[in-house]
């Protein structure tokens, strides 16, 4: 990996690495960017730097070479490079030596203070060598999570519980069994609620495809860490079960599994088809009174609230929650009105079968039949929207009407062609809806008229 490290970067972010590092120097790369050396996976979109000099000063220094684009970034010790019409990485984010008071700032010090032993090496630009003061190039290696400091790691930043679940899933290996015991004992109270947000979102993004990483995600839900994120799973978990009964905590997390990734064009994503199960939405399946259904969605709206989720994600997620007791068996007029309620159709019809596919006591035939009649009824769903979404003359800036005025001709079969074939060019580019454009097309069919 160190050798031929550079030579992962294409030659013009080499090239500007190596004048960032002629103008505040020396210069090391941490974060992600050398776990994708050693993996060989592609760059992030943000490269993460460190430096020894305040970053004042590497900012005009950056400014005199002729980089002025760099910016202070919003978070406290950061300074963006933006990388322009650029692929991988997009930002350069600068950040200088952090380190405890009446101790050197140097890079080993900075690594200290980070979450996770493979987050906590540094690649000294432009030849190395790899600075891995805590063993995590032989983790990344072996699997293993390990915390960079034991517990105070954590107390200097909760989150960081968080983090080592997210990178336990993402290696699919099982973490050191102590630390994980001092991660599931963090306490978030002191933690901001976006940021525990922004962290799950990372989490329920993971694909989640293979046993250990499943498993983990159940062990997160488990702990005491996962129920101060979603204090309602404590008592699904804790509930004493009839024989025969099914487990409702684990109905949610295996149907929270099951769920099948949407695909282009669906109006919702995996992570919030995600997030509606773990908020409630099992529970909202079975048959309850209107006013207890509404009172529950209410309790999910102050958590979607607690956690600072957009108005839009919130809609849709209430949306779904809302309509998750529909027919399985929906008629194209329920479907139509699903549309024009802006409702997610597809995401309701995937809750559902990810619902059926983790029943413990079905068949495999039948599940199979299931997953059939719910890809029909998504095809449906297509079908539907792309109809509803299809252009119609009347959509036209340009009217029948003024048509008729520029060819001066009596209405006819042709209008309507003529029309069809603007409604055709507008749908591939929804900014030739413009008079001008459009009566620059009725001008050109005028003239091969003519030449007919």
Request: with cysteine; aromatic share 6%; net charge neutral.
């Given at each position: 990996?160190?050798?031929?490290?550079?030579?992962?970067?294409?030659?013009?972010?080499?090239?500007?690495?190596?004048?960032?590092?002629?103008?505040?120097?020396?210069?090391?790369?941490?974060?992600?960017?050398?776990?994708?050396?050693?993996?060989?996976?592609?760059?992030?979109?943000?490269?993460?730097?460190?430096?020894?000099?305040?970053?004042?000063?590497?900012?005009?220094?950056?400014?005199?070479?002729?980089?002025?684009?760099a910016i202070m970034g919003q978070k406290h010790n950061s300074l963006l490079l933006p990388i322009k019409e650029w692929m991988h990485p997009k930002v350069l984010d600068i950040a200088s030596f952090k380190s405890r008071?009446?101790?050197?700032?140097?890079?080993?010090?900075?690594?200290?203070?980070?979450?996770?032993?493979?987050?906590?090496?540094?690649?000294?630009?432009?030849?190395?060598?790899?600075?891995?003061?805590?063993?995590?190039?032989?983790?990344?290696?072996?699997?293993?999570?390990?915390?960079?400091?034991?517990?105070?790691?954590?107390?200097?930043?909760?989150?960081?519980?968080?983090?080592?679940?997210?990178?336990?899933m993402q290696l699919n290996r099982p973490p050191n069994p102590d630390d994980l015991h001092l991660v599931e004992q963090t306490s978030l109270a002191s933690t901001l609620p976006e940021q525990i947000r922004i962290e799950?979102?990372?989490?329920?993004?993971?694909?989640?495809?293979?046993?250990?990483?499943?498993?983990?995600?159940?062990?997160?839900?488990?702990?005491?860490?996962?129920?101060?994120?979603?204090?309602?799973?404590?008592?699904?978990?804790?509930?004493?079960?009839?024989?025969?009964?099914?487990?409702?905590?684990?109905?949610?997390?295996?149907?929270?599994?099951?769920?099948?990734?949407?695909?282009?064009?669906?109006?919702?994503?995996?992570?919030?088809?995600?997030?509606?199960?773990?908020?409630?939405?099992?529970?909202?399946?079975?048959?309850?009174?209107?006013?207890?259904?509404?009172?529950?969605?209410?309790?999910?709206?102050?958590?979607?609230?607690?956690?600072?989720?957009?108005?839009?994600?919130?809609?849709?997620?209430?949306?779904?929650?809302?309509?998750?007791?529909?027919?399985?068996?929906?008629?194209?007029?329920?479907?139509?009105?699903?549309?024009?309620?802006?409702?997610?159709?597809?995401?309701?019809?995937?809750?559902?079968?990810?619902?059926?596919?983790?029943?413990?006591?079905?068949?495999?035939?039948?599940?199979?039949?299931?997953?059939?009649?719910?890809?029909?009824?998504?095809?449906?769903?297509?079908?539907?929207?792309?109809?509803?979404?299809?252009?119609?003359?009347?959509?036209?800036?340009?009217?029948?009407?003024?048509?008729?005025?520029?060819?001066?001709?009596?209405?006819?079969?042709?209008?309507?062609?003529?029309?069809?074939?603007?409604?055709?060019?507008?749908?591939?580019?929804?900014?030739?809806?413009?008079?001008?454009?459009?009566?620059?097309?009725?001008?050109?069919?005028?003239?091969?008229?003519?030449?007919?």
């Open positions: 990996m160190i050798p031929s490290f550079p030579n992962a970067f294409a030659p013009f972010i080499r090239n500007l690495l190596d004048d960032i590092n002629r103008l505040i120097g020396p210069i090391y790369l941490v974060g992600e960017a050398p776990l994708c050396g050693i993996q060989g996976r592609p760059l992030p979109n943000t490269l993460d730097i460190l430096v020894a000099h305040p970053l004042a000063e590497c900012r005009k220094r950056l400014h005199r070479g002729d980089h002025p684009e008071p009446n101790h050197p700032a140097t890079v080993e010090e900075d690594l200290l203070h980070r979450d996770i032993t493979i987050n906590a090496m540094a690649y000294t630009w432009p030849n190395g060598p790899l600075i891995d003061p805590f063993g995590g190039r032989q983790d990344l290696l072996t699997g293993e999570i390990r915390l960079v400091n034991g517990i105070e790691t954590l107390q200097q930043n909760p989150l960081r519980a968080l983090v080592f679940f997210r990178f336990a799950m979102d990372r989490i329920l993004s993971l694909p989640l495809a293979n046993e250990e990483s499943q498993n983990q995600l159940r062990e997160l839900f488990a702990s005491p860490l996962g129920n101060q994120i979603l204090p309602h799973l404590s008592s699904l978990h804790s509930m004493e079960l009839q024989p025969g009964s099914e487990d409702p905590w684990k109905q949610m997390l295996d149907t929270t599994l099951a769920i099948t990734a949407p695909s282009d064009g669906e109006e919702i994503s995996l992570l919030d088809l995600r997030w509606v199960t773990l908020l409630g939405g099992i529970g909202l399946l079975k048959n309850c009174s209107i006013d207890h259904m509404e009172s529950n969605l209410a309790q999910i709206n102050k958590r979607l609230e607690y956690y600072q989720f957009s108005r839009r994600r919130s809609r849709r997620i209430l949306a779904l929650l809302r309509n998750l007791s529909s027919t399985t068996t929906p008629t194209d007029r329920q479907l139509k009105r699903y549309l024009q309620d802006h409702i997610p159709l597809e995401g309701v019809f995937r809750l559902l079968q990810a619902v059926t596919a983790a029943n413990p006591n079905i068949t495999e035939a039948d599940r199979i039949n299931e997953e059939l009649k719910f890809q029909e009824i998504r095809n449906r769903c297509r079908a539907l929207r792309q109809v509803e979404k299809r252009l119609r003359p009347i959509d036209l800036v340009l009217s029948g009407g003024e048509i008729l005025d520029i060819i001066r001709k009596k209405p006819g079969p042709w209008l309507r062609d003529l029309q069809a074939s603007l409604v055709d060019l507008v749908s591939q580019d929804p900014s030739r809806n413009n008079k001008a454009e459009l009566q620059n097309q009725v001008q050109k069919w005028i003239k091969k008229q003519r030449e007919i």
